[in-house]
């Protein structure tokens, strides 16, 4: 059974650089029918979608972001990560990886999110 | 980039049919039949419902339903049920990254 896990800091200073790693277990990064990416959801608010990336490092990104925010992948330790330069108060959010299939285009497996607060 | 626009609540009795609307613009769900919509519990992570418009992933009752008219998508949920009380999100394709609708409270009444 697939298994995303996030690890992440939980407080960040302001300016800092945010970085969340999500583990997989019981699937494969290298699986080509599989795009990997991150979703934050801001207390009491909606999700947004942060970005993602393919087996072989293609990334896409939320224009808004596009300039703070770098997602990388290892498939040799099945594991991706999100970097998030320059943070504020407005990044505080619980960031979840998750798993978007390429035929069908949905959201199929989500991790358990993890908190990160930005704060002095 | 803004999200697509949902109502910020809907409301309905049990066994009543809802409709939650989606609108975004010709540029993601007037272009694209990439539409998804997925259930958040409180608590909980979020559900897929439906993927590509109108199709059910296997396990999904087939109370839930999709469908999609220029540029506004729509969920229809029938039979409604205490159970169905949740948050309730739009995903949609814009060329090269995906938005999601700013998201809808369901209380069955």
């Not at chain 1, 019981?26 to 029918?33: A, E, F, K």
């Not at chain 2, 418009?53 to 087939?62: A, F, I, L, T, Y």
Request: net charge positive; with cysteine; hydrophobic share 30%.
């Amino acid at each position: 059974q697939l298994q995303l896990q996030e690890s992440g800091p939980g407080l960040v200073k302001p300016s800092e650089t945010l970085s969340v790693t999500c583990n997989v277990s019981g699937g494969s990064l290298r699986d080509t029918n599989y795009y990997w990416g991150w979703i934050r959801q801001s207390p009491g608010k909606g999700l947004e979608w942060i970005g993602s990336v393919y087996y072989n490092g293609k990334t896409t990104y939320r224009p808004s972001l596009r300039s703070r925010v770098t997602i990388s992948i290892d498939t040799s330790n099945n594991q991706f990560s999100l970097r998030l330069k320059s943070v504020t108060s407005a990044d505080t959010a619980v960031y979840f990886c998750a798993r978007r299939t390429v035929v069908g285009a949905r959201i199929d497996f989500w991790g358990q999110g993890t908190m990160v607060t930005v704060s002095a | 980039q803004s999200a697509l626009t949902q109502p910020a609540s809907v409301s309905g009795s049990p066994g009543q049919s809802i409709t939650i609307s989606c609108t975004g613009s010709s540029s993601d769900v007037g272009t694209f039949n990439l539409v998804s919509w997925y259930q958040q519990s409180p608590g909980k992570v979020p559900k897929v419902l439906i993927h590509d418009v109108n199709q059910r992933p296997s396990g999904v009752s087939d109370r839930f339903s999709g469908s999609k008219s220029d540029n506004s998508a729509s969920l229809t949920i029938s039979g409604l049920q205490a159970e169905d009380e949740a948050d309730y999100y739009c995903l949609a394709y814009a060329g090269s990254y995906w938005v999601f609708g700013g998201g809808t409270k369901l209380t069955v009444l």
